[in-house]
């Protein structure tokens, strides 16, 4: 028999024990507990459970929800709810308190939203594959962004969050491409491009008739005709989807006195130009403008002409230090003479130019080819002049030019306090009471460890002497020998031994052993390495101190071995400050440098493991290896000043090396926590960590651990 | 179009051609009886040429200078070679390299045969021997001991010697070796070493133009100029989108395999499915796109 369900009183002392710290006189649990008095048992588990889950990120968040999980289990089942928990969280998380809180709020509108979603199609669905289908039809990268309004300012394209005009998922699918490519075609066709000369801005053009919001209208119908013929020549495929999808919504009719423009701006060599002729032809000669296209969206020139004055600023800063680089690149001229050199491009349209080929650039006569990164420059500037204006023609002087590199995605600066620099990752978070992922949680920085010139690697080589000389000998004996296999089927040379064995055993009558060669076995140790040591304010001490012995013993015994190895170091303060220290990189060799950062490891703030893990996981990924190895030295629990402590860090950095395991990379820890045996288990599995009980054995005991690990 | 069906080639050499025991003596001794004649290119394999490669590797053989052949992959590397064997009137001995092959798999080996041993050519000494054309693809898959092997006999020396025979071969004027590389995929590990590339002289291969590649599909396929210009567009697209999702672009050998399969009557969007896009990637959002690219075109 079920348990009966809670009654009012009952639930209300539940839901006050988690949500006392935003309990008032006046604002107290008796409405909530009401409400959800009606449920059955099952469903109060269900919202307890999460009360008591948000309330751990947030009070109030908590008591919103409380408020409106009624409304939301008489609106959707259990499945449909959880999703709307995490997208609220989701919301808190990243917008923070009150938009959070609307989320919540906001439940009947989510619930219409996913009923739609049945023949809809949401824009997270569709945004990866779009994104890779425009980079796919050429022309410069634009970024896809969920918006209200369709529209492009060239650089990024904005889509509605969700569509449902259309009876299916697909359809409404063919809708997103059909809007997206449209606009790629109005970046990509022209519909901006304006000549180096050609000082009138195109919001300016508009405003100049008496009713700009008009002329805006009418010229965004004729650049449609124009638009679309361009695709209809080149992607005949899309622009019979894109017809299709027209005659579902109702077809277009342009009025007779159009006529004249169809025909021309459907020819091959129609610009922009010829539709600015026919706006002010047909400003006055007709009242009639047809109907948009269901993917034509409504152009935004401010948006449009902002962006492309900063982009145009930007490449041409870009172009001529690349055209620097390349005439100063050339064997014959010497370093300076670029100034004065004379350079000539092709300037024949893009059209004309094959869009994969190599633009034509010519110094004083020689040709020369782009490197491909200036190819697509070329195109980029190409795309909004028609040319490369001759302005952009003047190799940047040697003064340092500081290019930026125009947000390639990974930089997010709305999460960062720190310094904008390119050494910014950005990872996701697991947050075990969700089940879910934090998005884009935490900000990761890679910097060098400050080097340091004490002279403490002599020192620990001289104290350690009769050590690292056992380490080098055992490290040897460990080397991938070469072998000469006896016996084998297959191999270069002849096995005499075996071969007369085998005659002899075909004399006496019995069958013969096929095995008669020798082969030549080379074991390549096929190994790759990271290290991460904790550089967290525990450390301090002789623990630190510790790690350093324990990072040049096991340098000295690698360099013998010959694997790949890496060192990094990690440290940070809350999720936007997480901190990796590169102490030696995968390529790097063991020198001086590397040396001298071993010296300067000093301990830092705290110790957020699983951003670490995820990054240093992506770092193997480049590395070709049979087996990658990721080693933690630490001193402790993964801990961090917001809140990233206890179980949630050991779970978030349990979720980390699952998912490096996925990626074929074996993880082991090596700790001096004597409790450590509470919560490692945990995190790496049963055998995959040693806990070392005196600090001072660590410096003998790493590289001796890393034997055993790899034989 | 005749012409691209059942064409005889320079032949592969396959290393199980050189069978490991052959103890019985009743057995004729195929391992020995290899005839030059089946390695000649007897007809003109279609080649359209890029640039100059096709002078500058005659100027290299007449000059007794080695080649490199370097590109990315389906770019038409081993085609050359074979055209040039032809226009050379040269056997040509093409050994595809992988990481278990060993000099001696190049050079030659041992065998018993009947109760004594027999040396047995390697496909490198055998194009020594007949000065042949000897191709090694893919030379950096091979182990590294392996390229030092054709270091003497890549600079004006022009020996091979044979430890285990304790010959030392001399190669005849006509004898040249090619070697064959793709700088695009390849990891630190498997660079090829300076030593080994500066005896080379080197000829670099990329997609070809478009409207070159046009040609070559239509002449392979016997496809319409319309529908070959489209495959060549896609493949376009593809090639945008190398580094971002996708490791390598279309290369012009799968547009020849998508086309063969359009002029076999499959349908456009499913012969380039099949041909291109899967043959890409797996990875389901970029299968999706790849798809998507198709459908605008065709």
């Not at chain 1, 008095?37 to 968040?61: C, D």
């Not at chain 2, 770019?75 to 226009?87: D, N, P, Q, S, V």
Request: net charge negative.
């Amino acid at each position: 028999m079920p348990d009966r369900p809670l009654t009012a009183e009952e639930l209300e002392e539940r839901l006050e024990d988690d949500l006392d710290p935003v309990l008032s006189t006046r604002r107290t649990a008796e409405g909530p507990a009401l409400a959800l008095a009606r449920f059955t048992r099952a469903q109060q588990n269900f919202v307890l459970h999460w009360v008591s889950v948000i309330v751990k990120t947030n009070s109030e968040m908590g008591f919103q929800f409380a408020s409106q999980v009624p409304i939301a289990l008489d609106l959707m089942d259990i499945e449909e709810v959880e999703k709307w928990i995490i997208h609220a969280m989701d919301v808190y998380d990243k917008q923070g308190l009150y938009p959070g809180s609307r989320a919540f709020q906001a439940v009947e509108q989510y619930s219409c939203a996913l009923s739609e979603r049945v023949v809809g199609i949401g824009f997270e669905e569709v945004e990866v594959v779009l994104e890779r289908f425009l980079r796919g039809l050429s022309g410069r990268p634009l970024k896809l962004i969920a918006g209200d309004r369709v529209f492009t300012d060239s650089e990024r394209i904005f889509l509605p969050a969700c569509l449902a005009s259309l009876g299916s998922p697909g359809r409404n699918f063919s809708l997103y491409k059909a809007m997206a490519s449209f606009l790629w075609a109005q970046t990509r066709y022209g519909t901006f491009r304006r000549g180096a000369e050609e000082p009138t801005a195109l919001s300016a053009r508009c405003d100049a008739y008496p009713q700009p919001e008009r002329a805006q209208r009418l010229f965004e119908a004729l650049e449609a005709i124009r638009l679309t013929a361009c695709i209809e020549r080149d992607l005949s495929g899309l622009y019979r989807e894109m017809m299709s999808l027209q005659r579902e919504l109702g077809q277009i009719v342009h009025p007779s006195s159009w006529s004249g423009a169809l025909h021309r701006l459907r020819r091959r060599n129609a610009t922009v130009r010829d539709s600015f002729e026919f706006l002010s032809e047909l400003y006055s000669a007709t009242d009639q403008i047809p109907q948009p296209y269901c993917f034509q969206g409504r152009m935004q020139l401010e948006a449009v002409e902002s962006a492309m004055q900063e982009r145009q600023l930007r490449e041409k800063e870009k172009f001529r230090v690349a055209l620097k680089r390349l005439v100063d690149g050339q064997p014959d001229t010497p370093v300076g003479v670029a100034q004065r050199s004379r350079l000539e491009m092709d300037q024949r349209p893009l059209e004309v130019l094959n869009e994969q080929g190599s633009k034509v650039l010519t110094v004083d006569g020689q040709p020369l080819i782009p490197p491909a990164d200036m190819q697509a420059l070329m195109r980029s500037i190409w795309q909004d002049f028609g040319e490369i204006p001759e302005a952009y023609l003047v190799p940047a002087g040697s003064a340092p030019y500081w290019v930026d590199n125009g947000g390639e995605g990974r930089f997010r600066e709305d999460l960062v306090d720190g310094p904008r620099d390119d050494n910014a990752y950005v990872y996701n978070e697991w947050d075990y009471r969700r089940g879910h992922y934090r998005k884009d949680w935490c900000v990761l920085r890679e910097t060098d460890v400050h080097p340091s010139d004490e002279s403490f690697v002599e020192d620990t080589l001289t104290r350690y002497s009769a050590l690292v000389g056992q380490l080098r000998r055992t490290f040897e004996a460990l080397r991938g020998e070469d072998r000469l296999l006896k016996r084998q089927i297959d191999g270069s040379d002849i096995d005499l031994d075996a071969v007369v064995e085998a005659s002899a055993d075909m004399r006496a009558g019995m069958e013969m052993s096929e095995r008669i060669f020798t082969k030549f076995n080379k074991s390549e140790r096929n190994m790759a390495a990271v290290f991460m040591v904790d550089m967290s304010g525990s450390t301090k001490g002789w623990i630190n101190d510790a790690e350093r012995e324990a990072l040049v013993l096991l340098c000295e015994a690698l360099e013998v071995l010959g694997d790949r190895y890496a060192i990094y170091g990690f440290s940070g303060i809350t999720r936007k400050q997480c901190c990796l220290y590169r102490i030696k990189r995968f390529g790097e060799s063991y020198d001086n440098g590397v040396k001298r950062r071993i010296t300067g490891i000093r301990p830092h703030d705290y110790t957020r493991m699983g951003v670490i893990i995820r990054h240093l996981t992506g770092l193997l990924r480049h590395i070709d290896a049979r087996t990658k190895l990721l080693v933690t030295l630490s001193d402790g629990k993964p801990d961090d000043y917001d809140g990233y402590r206890g179980e949630y860090g050991v779970e978030d950095t349990r979720q980390a090396l699952i998912e490096a395991k996925y990626e074929g990379v074996h993880p082991f820890c090596i700790t001096i926590d004597t409790e450590a045996h509470a919560y490692l288990p945990r995190m790496y599995g049963a055998v995959n960590y040693v806990v070392i009980d005196e600090v001072r054995k660590l410096p003998l005991k790493v590289a001796d651990i890393y034997r055993s690990l790899t034989s | 179009m005749a012409k691209a069906r059942g064409r005889p080639r320079g032949r592969l050499v396959d290393l199980a051609y050189f069978p490991a025991v052959i103890l019985n003596s009743a057995l004729p001794m195929q391992a020995t009886a290899r005839n030059t004649d089946d390695y000649m290119v007897t007809e003109e394999p279609y080649y359209a040429a890029q640039g100059q490669e096709i002078e500058l590797f005659e100027a290299a053989y007449t000059n007794r200078i080695p080649v490199l052949v370097k590109g990315p992959t389906g770019c038409g590397k081993t085609r050359f070679m074979e055209h040039m064997a032809w226009r050379l009137r040269r056997p040509l001995i093409t050994v595809s390299c992988h990481d278990d092959l060993t000099a001696s798999d190049l050079v030659g080996r041992y065998l018993i045969v009947g109760g004594e041993t027999k040396w047995v050519d390697g496909p490198l000494a055998h194009a020594v021997r007949v000065g042949g054309l000897c191709y090694l693809d893919e030379i950096v898959e091979a182990r590294k001991d392996t390229t030092v092997v054709i270091h003497p006999l890549a600079d004006d020396r022009r020996l091979l010697p044979i430890e285990k025979t304790g010959e030392l071969l001399s190669a005849p004027l006509q004898f040249c070796l090619a070697i064959s590389y793709n700088p695009g995929y390849q990891s630190v590990l498997k660079d090829l070493k300076q030593s080994t590339r500066q005896r080379f002289v080197a000829l670099e291969f990329s997609y070809p133009a478009a409207d070159l590649e046009q040609t070559i599909v239509e002449k392979e396929s016997g496809l319409s100029g319309d529908i070959a210009a489209k495959l060549v567009r896609f493949a376009g697209m593809t090639r945008n989108l190398k580094g971002s999702g996708l490791e390598e672009g279309a290369s012009t050998r799968l547009l020849v395999h998508a086309a063969k399969l359009m002029a076999s009557g499959v349908a456009p969007r499913t012969a380039c499915q099949a041909a291109i896009s899967e043959a890409l990637t797996d990875d389901a959002e970029m299968l999706t796109a790849a798809n998507e690219l198709c459908a605008s075109l065709f």
